[in-house]
């Protein structure tokens, strides 16, 4: 019962591109304008219930900017990956943190996905799936250039490892 | 390998009476004349006599005609099932030759359409199972045109329900292991049964190991007292409240479920208030009666004559069913491991399921595909291991064998936090109703408090006993839940990769939540809460070298700020 006491997983060694601060913020932002425009605009046209609107719309916004500001920090600190031999390793989220490990031998595809936002920000998310429906690692937020490098070099360590990784 | 001429549909047909119901041309009005194959060119052209259903000098073959006489039939219910209701319906407004007409008119045209529907369909329909791959092209306008390669398929089921079956047929599905659903799945609907077998054989049977090979033959058979844990699940409660809503939507459908309800009301009139306490208490039961009675007969009609076999070349088999006869096959190289699942009815007299764990096996929501999966239907828990250990040729079942290791007693006291909140926020909103309101609902939640607060604790600790985990040999022992309770045993080499979670509240009482991922069955099987160092040890231990590089192993290290690129 008490082997292993005191184990814990290591963060991975590569923090995210910079960036990628800015392309939450921007995410984070529109979401906050989108919804509490909406309530804003609802709130002007409907007079009998322009409080109940408008408060809630301020609130939500003030909210959402304090989120625009603070949450991408945070994650640039808590998202992170790694790239060895043997496999590739990823951490995210903060209060529902997430670790996940798929050995290269298992990988089964590596892409490269970039969003109109994040063509704008000069950043790319690579997707790496295993045969598990479940076990796909998603390293968003790095630098394009980075991301067309590093998907080569998983494919090339995949297509190098016999077997149909299941 | 090679494949031997024969002609499906003409060998071992029974004579079916009414036969002629196939056309030779679609004279349907309102079908599309076939088109002839300059929309594909580069199909093989088929000779264009129907009588040619035998395989062509080339390997392509036909489904079975035979699929227009079920059609037909199956048509015919439908106009059956539907024109009674509606000439009912019907024969108050108009006069009866002009219903007649009408009806008439419909169920040539439903009848007529869909057979030339089928016949097209027939037409445009071949397979070849050729030395490389399997192919079929079906379509009409939009030729489709699938084929997998023959080392990559890995499930051939055969499936005939009781029309197909009296005509000697069945549909078969050739799948192969991914799990992308239908795409990379076959159909073919219908083949002569003796063509199911063969595509079964041939397909599957390409790596013959030694024949009669230890842990081959019969792994288990259907003992028909099984049947006692039919009713134990939630099926009968489902299918009681579906057969009262079934009434009241027949009623509805004749207008008369107004006129229902008003009369049960005005028969409830003037009786005293224990008749009435007594007529729901009837109700109830009799609802319960009518759901266990459907219960049986859907394990019988489900489960009857159900076969576990492990053939040789390593392929498991389940045959089974009454009226609709299934057979599924499962790669023994596909399998992953077993789950024994506990409903928690059948938990409470002992008893379990077994499903395996397999890649390729069919993922959709289907209630029937749900199915495919499962081995042996609830059986004494004894049994249900020793049918384990069959199916993974061990001595014991992991299952049964491994010990477990508990989770720590914060596991516990989260799963209890969780039951009394379920329960205690609801009834606080009522009782705060009430105190607004009525004392009424004050009573009811203080009533419900009383009922529903020892159950959820009992149903917590329960949960948190259930929990644990364990090493078994090849396999990885998982087990968790309550209500549907599961013990997973899973091939430690069938691990993909891991998935370590914990939120913000696991993590200040040092709990964590493991994933393994894997290529076959749910895609992810979870470990829950376990002790942090000892649960990644665990992990780590499990499939070696995955995990150890990003483990740290001592006590209190400082949390490294990890240089940047």
Known sequence: ?166 | MSDVPEAPGTSDAPVVPGAPAVPEVPAVPGVPAVPEAPAVPSVPALPDSPDSVAASEDGWRRLDRRTLLVTVVVMTGVVVGAGVPTGIGLSGALPPGEVFAWLLGGAVLLIGGGTGADYVRWRRTRYRMGPERAELHTGLFLVKRRSLARERIRTVDLTANLLLRLLGLVKVRIGTGEQTGGESTLELDPVTRAEGERLRTELLGRAPGAAGAPGEGMLAVLDPAWIRYAPLSFVPVALGGAGIGGLFQVADWFGVQNRAIHWAGDQFRGISPVWVVALIVGLAVATGLAGVVAALALWIEMWWNHRLEREPGGTLRVRRGLFTSRSISIEERRLRGVELVEPIGVRLVGAARVDAIATGLAQDDDAEEMDQKTLLPAAPRAVADAVAARILREPASPTSTVRLVPHPRAARARRLRWALSSVLLPLAVVAALGLLLTDVLVVIAAAGAVVLLPLAVLMALDAYRGLGHGLGGAYLVARSGTVRRTTVALQRGGVVGWTVRQSFFQRRTGLLTLTATTAAGGGAYHVYDTAEGEGLTFAAEAVPGLLEPFLIRERAAERPSGPGR
Not at chain 1, 64 to 78: D, E, H, K, S
Request: hydrophobic share 50%; charged share 15%; aromatic share 8%.
């Open chain 1, 1 to 166: 019962m008490a082997t292993g006491e005191g184990t814990r997983l290591r963060p991975p060694n590569n923090s995210l591109n910079e960036r990628a601060i800015g392309w939450w913020r921007v995410q984070w932002l529109t979401l906050t304008v989108v919804v509490a425009g909406i309530l804003a605009v609802l709130g002007a046209l409907i007079a009998p219930a322009r409080a109940w609107l408008l408060i809630p719309a301020a609130a939500l916004a003030v909210l959402g900017l304090a989120c625009t500001a603070l949450i991408p920090v945070w994650w640039f600190r808590v998202h992170r990956w790694e790239v060895t031999e043997e496999a590739v390793y990823v951490r995210t989220g903060f209060f529902w943190q997430e670790w996940r490990i798929a050995p290269m031998s298992r990988i089964q595809t590596v892409d490269t996905v970039r969003g109109p936002l994040e063509q704008l920000f000069r950043l790319s998310t690579v997707i790496v799936t295993t045969a598990s429906s479940k076990g796909a690692v998603r390293i968003g937020g790095l630098d394009h250039e980075l991301a067309a490098e590093l998907a080569e070099r998983l494919t090339r360590i995949t297509q190098a490892t016999p077997g149909d990784a299941t």
